[in-house]
């Protein structure tokens, strides 16, 4: 049996680092076992769903490489799911409730006042026909609810092993409302027969609606999937990220200059067994997935770890790989420069900066004690620079002026680059050339 497994966003706003950790591994299970990667647009809400939301979902996937086999919207396929619903109907799965939401908030509190859980108490059920009859002249519209069976659903779970939820302890999902529009659990195992899903791998916040929906699948069909709940992200203080998600938004970490494999190997391996580690490519990532490997306890996403991760990268990454964007960032300088700065960069768009100090004029920064010891070497400097003047031009200075370490560098660093840090001096002064070098050193814009 082959691996069928889907990633399933509501286009209702923009994917974030908790969502796409979900889209991640079901993509890296799926080409590890060489199955087939489903995306499904969850658009059934009419009002909230977006074509704007869906490109985004599809940009964001295409940016990280988590490329889908086949793609489909639930909003073509309502009549499948209006089939499912009159299948259940005729099964006495699926009754009609007259409640208005204030009538069900009432029975909350008092559920609640005498300690109770506040689970639907199933009056619906014993309405007759003239009482539906009459609530429908009121110009009350039925929404539906499915009746649980009251028993244990057990699973046993890639992630969390043997699950039970005793549905008796929960209410009766809708699947309708009042309007007519589906609510998204009736859709979801509709569309997991009909696509023939063999893994449903999501976050752990679905481990409940799974108990429902096991009951749901039994009773429209024999087709069971196998599920997986991974734990939800946390902050690196252990805290939610649910108020900081915006910030955490896929666009946004594009937009920050983020590399996909830096986000795509941190959320592989956070809450895993694994070391975090940066991976050049998803194959690599894939290969190395596996659900024993996930444990239990919340994922601690840490942006500093992600930016640490994305400097490594950058460190390893050969020039063929980001030409093109260098040259869209306006770097000059080709092969030689990039291995001559990639090590002191953390983001792409960093590489600017030092192209920017390299080839376009500026004046570097001479501290007045420094003029006379910088206007010396200045003269000092042979007319044609390479990687080994530096070590020959500074000895000479040591031995002139009897500057030492700190003393005998760092202006010269300063003044050549204006930067305290950055890449080899050797190599760096001979991207400048001597003409200049020698006019940085003597306090002049060049
Ligand atoms: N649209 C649902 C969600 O985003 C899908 C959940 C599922 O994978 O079944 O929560």
């Not at 594009?254 to 998803?282: C, Q």
């Not at 050969?318 to 030409?323: D, P, Q, R, S």
């Amino acid at each position: 049996m082959s691996v069928i497994a889907r990633f399933a966003p509501s286009p209702t706003g923009k994917l974030h680092v908790g969502n796409v950790r979900t889209a991640l591994l079901n993509w890296l299970y799926v080409r590890e076992q060489g199955g087939e990667f489903i995306l499904r647009i969850d658009d059934t809400d009419l009002d909230r769903s977006t074509r704007e939301y869906e490109e985004g979902i599809q940009t964001d996937l295409s940016w990280l490489g988590l490329n889908w086999d086949r793609s489909f919207n639930q909003s073509h396929k309502f009549e499948i799911y209006d089939a499912a619903a009159d299948k259940l109907r005729k099964m006495g799965l699926l009754y009609a409730c007259y409640d208005t939401p204030e009538e069900l908030d009432r029975q909350r509190k008092l559920l609640s006042l005498q300690k109770k859980p506040p689970v639907y108490d199933r009056s619906a059920l014993e309405l007759t026909d003239a009482q539906k009859k009459a609530y429908e002249e009121e110009g009350r519209k039925p929404h539906w609810r499915f009746k649980l069976s009251g028993d244990i659903v057990s699973w046993t779970d890639m992630v969390r092993g043997e699950q039970s939820i005793q549905t008796a302890s929960l209410s009766d999902p809708v699947l309708i409302r009042g309007d007519g529009s589906y609510l998204y659990t009736l859709p979801s195992v509709v569309d997991d027969i009909d696509a023939k899903i063999t893994h449903v791998i999501r976050g752990e916040d679905h481990v409940t609606n799974s108990g429902a929906q096991i009951e749901i699948f039994r009773a429209l069909s024999d087709h069971l999937p196998t599920f997986a709940h991974t734990p939800l992200l946390v902050g690196k203080d252990g805290k939610g990220l649910s108020k900081r998600l915006g910030s955490l938004s896929i666009q946004q970490l594009r937009e920050d200059g983020l590399e996909p494999m830096a986000v795509n190997s941190l959320l592989a391996k956070i809450g895993t067994s694994d070391p975090v580690e940066i991976r050049d490519n998803l194959a690599q990532l894939s290969s190395e997935f596996s659900f024993d490997k996930i444990g239990r306890a919340p994922a601690r996403f840490d942006e500093d770890e992600l930016n640490l991760l994305n400097a490594k990268l950058l460190h390893e990454t050969e020039y063929a790989e980001v030409k093109d964007r260098l040259e869209a960032l306006g770097v000059g300088g080709g092969e030689d420069f990039w291995n001559l700065i990639r090590a002191n960069i953390s983001k792409l768009g960093d590489a600017a900066s030092w192209s920017v100090m390299a080839f376009a004029p500026m004046a570097g920064q001479i501290e007045p004690e420094d003029a006379e010891y910088c206007a010396l070497a200045a003269d000092a400097l042979p007319d044609k620079v390479t990687d080994e003047t530096w070590s020959t031009w500074t000895a000479f200075l040591k031995e002139t002026t009897g500057r030492k370490g700190k003393g005998l560098f760092m202006p010269l660093r300063l003044a050549l680059t204006g930067r305290a840090r950055g890449p080899e001096m050797n190599k760096m002064l001979a991207v400048l050339g001597a003409e200049k070098a020698r006019a940085r050193l003597k306090g002049l814009r060049a």
